[in-house]
């Protein structure tokens, strides 16, 4: 029996509606309890520190093919950023795209405790799940692409929702994943053939469906499947200036799939989706349209994809916008089509603040944070690392708390984005309690995670302990104690293991990866049509798809009754 006691601090934990009480925290046996008795355990004695719930990351590209290939083809990445071994933790590199073990450290530094991989081609799950086995000190989850895959186009087009369900469950649980994730829905497919779709109600080659019926069907069948999150989606036309209709389209096609209110999607990395302008010479934001629409509507939940300045890496399996990212950079590119199944692309890329457009794009991120009121709705991300690195994030939250921080950033920016942002009208600026929701409880939630995102009596003992006493500083002035605080956690505890002491790894824990078990009446999901496909259009034999049980180091099974 492991007992703690974290005794006297500011607990912020939004969920159970506590708003900096002094409170204690107790936790026995990796759950958080009523009491325990004080001398049996440890004590953390936590007077004038912030207790929050461990941080829970609802989007970041941490394993898999993609972040694989990152790898390889930036040496440069890893040279200036390597990080040595020591008497308890392993050596690696990383800077964008850091190796699996600098990837857990870096999270636990900042009291993170759950993370989510959005983007795994099936054919490469197994890979995935080896990277996910490897990353200490955090739970997991990850998320295949089934937008584009040839027998969901086929069942939807069919009108067929029940075998697409059914398919849908056995694609979850053959893949070991947690969400359905669509990319650029049709658009993926149309790259197989050089192509892209333009709107939502283009044509995809040879199917006869558009993206509007992808994005509906499954949305409906993430409802019959009773599926913890909503559909995962990455939007149309990403990344290109007036791309702001295609998303506002998006979103009220899913509208009227909405019931009591709840959401039936999460569009996500939402900054790049909503430039305006019809060119890169007067792309603009368009953070005014999105964020009234948001903000009138309830059926969707969003994260930010902000941008950083720095050297990162872009991977997305959006194959036709990183064809395009390279036609304006010119710089190396990595096209890769996972056989029939999605496309995929990487490209370095250097965000400057010199940069009429990266500087628009780092002003429309925090617009949209600040604009939409409901906190419940918008979450912090950068897209790792698409938008910039996991590890900026307490860069982030300082631009979130304080507009004397934004306004630091914003006057060394290009002048043409510094005279259009809409930061020079916004002054809010995010509580502790608000920051709680937008970095775990929001993000806890919005995934389903019921024992995640807060410290009520049956919660996961994941807790984070920061060095900021809400009583003595005013956050928003001294923003820049707030951003070493976040980046260096003084207590990160997982299961309740102390992991983290004062922003360092002081021991080591296995994280379990979770993942969707669907009940449904009908148990057969596989038909032979669906063997004989395979046998035609795979390289890989049916029997060696699914990733079994002993793949997986820690399991976490999480079962769903479906509604089939
Ligand atoms: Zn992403």
């Known amino acids: ?104 450290y870096r999270y636990s530094k900042m009291g993170y405790t759950t993370v989510m991989n959005p983007s795994m081609a099936p054919l490469e799950a197994k890979h995935t799940h080896e990277e996910l086995n490897d990353i200490p000190l955090l739970d997991k989850a990850t998320f295949p692409l089934i937008g584009d895959w040839w027998f969901v186009l086929e069942y939807l087009r069919k009108g067929d929702l029940v075998g697409c369900a059914r398919h849908v469950a056995w694609m979850l649980e053959t893949t070991k994943g947690y969400a359905i994730k669509i990319v650029n829905p049709g658009g993926l497919e149309s790259w197989g053939f050089g192509k892209n779709v333009h709107s939502i109600d283009d044509e995809v080659p040879n199917f006869c469906i558009t993206p509007r019926e992808i994005m509906r069907g499954l949305a409906k069948v993430n409802t019959m499947l009773n599926l913890p999150h909503t559909i995962h989606l990455h939007t149309n036309n990403l990344g290109l200036p007036g791309n702001y209709v295609t998303t506002l389209e998006t979103m009220k096609c899913l509208e009227d799939l909405s019931t009591d209110g709840k959401p039936v999607g999460h569009i996500t990395h939402l900054q790049f989706s909503s430039f305006g302008g019809d060119g890169w010479g007067n792309m603009c934001s368009a953070a005014e349209e999105i964020t009234k629409y948001i903000n009138a509507h309830s059926h969707l939940t969003f994260d930010m994809g902000q941008l950083i300045f720095t050297d990162t890496t872009t991977m997305t399996a959006d194959g036709p916008f990183e064809y395009t990212l390279y036609q304006l950079s010119g710089h190396k590119w990595v096209n890769s089509d996972i056989e029939t199944e999605t496309s995929g692309g990487i490209i370095p890329f250097h965000y400057k603040k010199s940069n009429a457009v990266n500087a628009t794009q780092w002003s429309i991120g925090l617009e949209l944070a600040l604009m939409i009121t409901d906190p419940w709705k918008m979450f912090m991300t950068t897209d790792h690392p698409n938008g910039g690195p996991f590890f900026a994030y307490p860069k982030i939250i300082a631009w979130l708390i304080s507009n004397k921080a934004r306004m630091a950033t914003l006057k060394k920016c290009h002048k043409k984005a510094q005279k259009k942002s809409l930061l020079t009208s916004i002054d809010r600026e995010l509580s502790l309690y608000e920051l709680a929701i937008v970095t775990r409880a929001g993000q806890a939630k919005a995934l389903g995670l019921k024992n995640k995102g807060h410290l009520g009596v049956g919660a996961d003992a994941d807790v984070a302990i920061y060095n900021v006493n809400p009583e003595t500083i005013d956050i928003a002035r001294k923003y820049k104690t707030v951003r070493r605080a976040f980046g260096k956690a003084a207590y990160t505890i997982k299961d309740g293991k102390i992991v983290v002491k004062d922003g360092e790894v002081v021991q080591h824990a296995d994280g379990r990866t979770m993942w969707v078990d669907v009940e449904t009446a009908q148990q057969e999901r596989v038909d032979e049509d669906m063997k004989l496909k395979f046998r035609q259009y795979w390289t890989v034999e049916f029997d060696n798809y699914p990733v079994s049980d002993h793949y997986v180091k820690v399991k976490d099974p999480i079962t769903v009754k479906a509604t089939i």
């Open 1 to 104: 029996m492991v007992e703690l006691l974290i005794k006297n601090g500011f607990v912020f934990d939004p969920i159970n509606g506590i708003n900096g009480e002094k409170m204690d925290i107790a936790i026995k046996d990796g759950k958080i309890v009523a009491k325990v008795h004080e001398h049996r355990g440890k004590t953390i004695d936590a007077t004038g520190l912030t207790v929050m719930p461990g941080g829970v990351d609802i989007h970041t590209h941490i394993a898999g093919g993609e972040v694989n290939t990152g790898r390889l083809v930036r040496p440069e990445d890893h040279v200036k950023d390597v990080v040595s071994k020591t008497l308890l933790t392993r050596s690696g590199v990383g800077y964008s795209i850091p190796s699996t073990f600098v990837t857990g």
